[in-house]
């Protein structure tokens, strides 16, 4: 055999194994904190429960105190606190019991307004931080989303809002147990160069943003830009992002998740950096707006790829696999995500290849049952002209909507043992620029 075959085989056999094998062999379980087991109690610091004085600066000395003796557990016991905002510490666990209710101080109280509040528990360049116990943190959000509406004449929006909890390259980080709701924005929001991120049994609520009487908007679950990431037995229903990421995060397991409202598992806007080794497993989502959503555009694009999603059930979501790179696109017809045809995708224009092209290759998607809600279609991967969307393998995917499945500007698509059911027939599959096999 020449040298040139050679070569080809070995990359051929590369490209076989990381598809297949990576998600056993990369992925590790993320390092969880380390903290000194001494306990500081936010009341003998002056914070007050069920009183409705702000009691920030006692939980703030709490945290003060354990960090200046090398780390702690700032304990919370039963009762409801308000408070302001908090910077956290490094080796630091706020604990809160059952029957603990902490609150971030209403609207017209909140420090620097609609125009400069800071983030509620904020933290940068910390390491083995935790937030824990049965107890819940309350935003009290409801009077700050309708803030989301208003924009200057540019389309920017005019007012700020606080997300509850944020980290920025940050490590060792557990969220473990407690109970998220109604937060202004962002419930959970890391960030920067973090990494060995774990979020375990949390439970997240907010009003979906179709919600008739009090939409929350921008009320994303868990937004988290990260390496070494598991988010785990988390029960989620708010209105937007379920899960999201940007680039630059890698090795992240999703697993045993319970997903609501919503607007899916998602990826991207922004992927510049590149998002890869993701494995999504065993989660169940029911009227969520999309299951698996990977979203981009140009010039704020990257690769994506080695992405892992199995054994998965979905119940009345709006669109149960949705891949694309056009999602700034302006032209109705490429917006209208639900109806587009080969037809109009191929009509998408092509344009150079750059460092910030969205690039998706090496997804796979096995043991998948969905229906799609009333007048969705079963699913939609759509890559761009000059950067088709290469190596997708669906495997026992079966799927009942009432419009097929899209698969434009494509390449290397494997389907396998799938039953995509619509009304026009068993597996209807409408295609446009693509290599797709099919067996049965």
């Not at 009333?374 to 190596?391: F, Q, V």
Request: charged share 20%; net charge neutral; with cysteine.
């Amino acid at each position: 055999m020449n040298k040139p075959n050679i070569v080809a085989l070995f990359a051929a056999l590369l490209a076989c194994t990381t598809a297949n094998l990576f998600a056993d062999n990369v992925l590790r379980t993320p390092l969880l904190p380390k903290i000194q087991n001494s306990v500081f109690d936010v009341t003998k610091y002056g914070a007050k429960s069920n009183d409705s004085s702000d009691s920030a600066p006692g939980i703030q000395a709490a945290i003060d105190a354990a960090a200046s003796a090398g780390g702690g557990v700032v304990h919370f016991p039963a009762g409801e606190f308000l408070s302001g905002p908090l910077r956290m510490a490094s080796g630091i666990e706020i604990r809160l019991e059952a029957g603990t209710t902490l609150k971030m101080l209403p609207i017209d109280r909140y420090p620097g307004g609609t125009q400069d509040p800071k983030d509620f528990i904020t933290g940068d360049q910390l390491h083995d931080i935790a937030i824990t116990g049965g107890g819940t943190i309350d935003g009290q959000g409801s009077p700050w989303w309708p803030l989301a509406k208003e924009k200057d004449d540019a389309g920017k929006q005019q007012k700020k809002r606080p997300r509850m909890i944020t980290f920025h390259s940050s490590e060792r980080i557990l969220i473990d147990k407690v109970k998220l709701i109604n937060s202004p924005m962002f419930h959970i929001a890391i960030g920067g160069k973090s990494s060995d991120i774990t979020v375990r049994g949390v439970t997240i609520r907010a009003p979906s943003s179709e919600d008739p009487v009090n939409p929350s908007h921008n009320s994303d679950a868990c937004d988290v830009t990260a390496q070494h990431v598991v988010i785990q037995d988390c029960d989620v229903s708010v209105g937007d992002d379920n899960f999201t990421c940007a680039g630059g995060t890698r090795d992240v397991r999703i697993t045993h998740c319970t997903y609501g409202e919503g607007h899916g598992v998602s990826i991207g806007s922004g992927t510049a950096g590149g998002v890869s080794d993701f494995v999504v497993e065993d989660c169940t989502f029911t009227g969520t707006g999309c299951g698996i959503r990977i979203k981009s555009d140009r010039a704020r694009g990257g690769v994506v790829e080695r992405m892992t999603y199995r054994n998965l059930k979905m119940t009345n979501v709006g669109i149960p696999i949705l891949i694309y790179g056009s999602y700034f696109a302006k032209e109705k017809q490429f917006r209208d995500l639900t109806n587009l045809n080969a037809e109009i995708a191929t009509k998408f224009p092509s344009q150079p290849m750059t460092d910030r092209t969205p690039v998706y290759r090496d997804i796979t998607f096995t043991n998948i049952t969905a229906t799609a809600a009333k007048g969705s279609r079963a699913g939609l991967i759509w890559g761009l002209p000059e950067a088709p969307a290469t190596n997708i393998v669906l495997k026992n995917v079966a799927i009942t909507a009432d419009k097929p499945f899209g698969i434009f500007s494509a390449r290397n698509v494997k389907i396998e043992g799938c039953h995509i059911q619509t009304p026009d027939g068993l597996n209807k599959i409408v295609s446009g620029d693509a290599d797709i096999t099919q067996t049965n």
